[in-house]
């Protein structure tokens, strides 16, 4: 198809973890569609370009390469690609504002503006701009009011289509999804442009999945689709520290209330705590919209879905600590896993950063291995050198260590030789194991002693 034929185009401005993989899907499932993905980032959009994708997802690779320099594009070249678009998504990153009125809580919107602004200094026609990025409720009325700003000009009809993928699964989240939210104005525009979205994904997607509703519940739903799922880890992992002093066992308890078809299994896996870019994120912002609009319990209740979060975190580094003999100064601890989660290299907010400073404090030395996330470990962990060294083979990790802190969930972890492990650390050799991955039965049999999460102790003194 040569490229003046394309049915439509869409432009995506922000190539990161969102724009790049979902835009791969759409170009994937709408040959007929141009999909330009831009960014200002030069390095990232080379690595677009590139055979070393700039993030690693299981299946993405594949996915771009096949529609890359067909219907799939990736530029710096934010103007053309606006100008041309008829569908233009913003998935430009909403970070939590670290500085002024709400710094600590509040979305930084800075990235969304500029990008609206950018889109009203271009565009020559009518445009449908769909809001891709988190945001708070009501940012398609800041994003209306800039559009529109001034006499005249093109018309844009603003949609929110939120996120749902998840990391490290996000190439099957994204084809084969629970639910694509659309929510659109209810005006005789807002309509049609809704069902133009609507078609982009009834190229895959079965239409009673896809949901509309209006603006601001479309905006709504995304906050609270993660403050409840990270409301679910929080709450287990409240229980698994009930757990830890009654000998009872979090898997099992978890099993047990999970098997009730009103409660559900999913996201009661007890842990060191959730991390990544969205929960902790999402979640104040949340609570500064509560703040904002004077609903101070309201505020207080999902405030409290993060305070046992970072509590889950202070636990672990505490249990550690109490188990080794109340004090970590210079034993050497090998940290199993630093990305936030299995099969991605992303590390923001990951568990494995708030534990490791807090090991630190203690004064332990680290190492830390991990099969994709050592590049961002080693950026995260910048100062640190001296005290923390980065090993990707885990058998050189754990040389002379008095301890292994399994943080993620690798699978490759399950496959290692413990006793060959055990035989190359000090003794006594604790693990102490924070997404209960491994068999603690077999360990305590090698030498181990065995820390699992929410679950009694296997130790030989
Ligand atoms: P990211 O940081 O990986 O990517 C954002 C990209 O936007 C960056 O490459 C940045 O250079 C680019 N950018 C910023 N300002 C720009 C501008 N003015 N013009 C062009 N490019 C610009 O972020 P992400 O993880 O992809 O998240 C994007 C949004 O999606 C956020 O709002 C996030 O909350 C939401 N979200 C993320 C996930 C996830 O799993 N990562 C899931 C659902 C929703
Ligand atoms: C999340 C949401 O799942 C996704 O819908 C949204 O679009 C973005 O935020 P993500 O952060 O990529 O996705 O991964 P997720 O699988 O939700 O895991 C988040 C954190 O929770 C990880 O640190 C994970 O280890 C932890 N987790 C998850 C648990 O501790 N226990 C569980 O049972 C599930």
């Known amino acids: 198809m040569s490229k003046q034929d394309f049915k439509r185009k869409i432009a995506c401005i922000g190539a990161g973890y969102v724009g790049g993989p979902t835009m791969a899907i759409i170009a994937n499932k709408c040959p007929e569609y141009k999909v330009t993905v831009v960014d200002i980032a030069q390095p990232r959009i080379d690595a677009w370009n590139s055979n070393n994708l700039p993030i690693f997802e299981p299946g993405l690779e594949e996915r771009v390469l096949a529609a890359r320099g067909k219907n799939l594009f990736f530029s710096t070249d934010v103007d053309s690609a606006i100008s041309e678009a008829d569908i233009i998504f913003v998935s430009v990153n909403t970070p939590t504002k670290t500085f002024g009125q709400g710094a600590g809580k509040a979305a930084d919107l800075q990235f969304i503006e500029k990008t609206a602004r950018k889109i009203k200094e271009v565009s020559k026609s009518d445009k449908i701009v769909v809001e891709k990025s988190t945001v708070p409720v009501r940012a398609a009325d800041t994003l209306d009011q800039i559009l529109h700003s001034g006499e005249g000009g093109p018309h844009f009809e603003i949609l929110s ?19 694509i939210l659309i929510g659109s104005k209810e005006t005789e525009k807002g309509l049609e442009a809704r069902e133009e979205l609507c078609k982009v994904y009834a190229h895959w997607v079965p239409r009673e999945r896809l949901i509309t509703t209006n603006l601001w519940s479309s905006e709504l739903s995304k906050l609270v689709s993660n403050a409840f799922l990270a409301q679910r880890i929080s709450s287990i992992n409240s229980i698994a520290a009930i757990c830890e002093v009654t000998e009872a066992s979090v898997s099992e308890v978890s099993n047990a209330v999970g098997r009730d ?52 975190m202070s636990r672990f580094v505490k249990r550690i600590t109490k188990a080794m003999f109340n004090t970590l100064v210079d034993k050497k601890i090998a940290l199993f896993g630093f990305a936030f989660k299995p099969d991605t290299g992303d590390t923001r907010d990951a568990p494995a950063l708030q534990i490791t400073l807090g090991l630190l404090q203690e004064r332990a030395k680290l190492c830390i291995t991990d099969p994709h996330a050592l590049p961002n470990a080693k950026l995260d962990l910048k100062g640190c050198e001296g005290t923390v060294d980065f090993e990707e083979d885990p058998y050189r990790a754990i040389e002379g260590a008095h301890a292994i802190a399994l943080v993620t969930e690798w699978s490759c972890y399950k496959d290692l030789d413990f006793k060959r492990i055990y035989d190359l650390m ?33 130790k030989h003194f």
């Open 261 to 312: 078809s009103r409660i559900g299994r999913k996201f009661l896996n007890a842990g060191v705590g959730f991390g990544g870019s969205c929960f902790r994120k999402d979640i104040l912002n949340l609570v500064y919209l509560c703040e904002f609009h004077g609903l101070e319990e309201v505020a207080e209740y999902w405030r409290q879905v993060v305070a046992i979060n970072d509590f889950q």
């Open 426 to 458: 000090e003794k006594p050799a604790f693990i102490f194991d924070g997404r209960n991955l491994l068999d603690h039965k077999a360990l305590f049999e090698i030498g181990f002693n065995v820390y699992p999460l929410g679950k009694p102790d296997l």
């Open 161 to 179: 289509n939120p996120e749902f993928l998840a990391e490290g699964s996000a190439i099957s989240d994204m084809e084969n999804p629970d639910r």
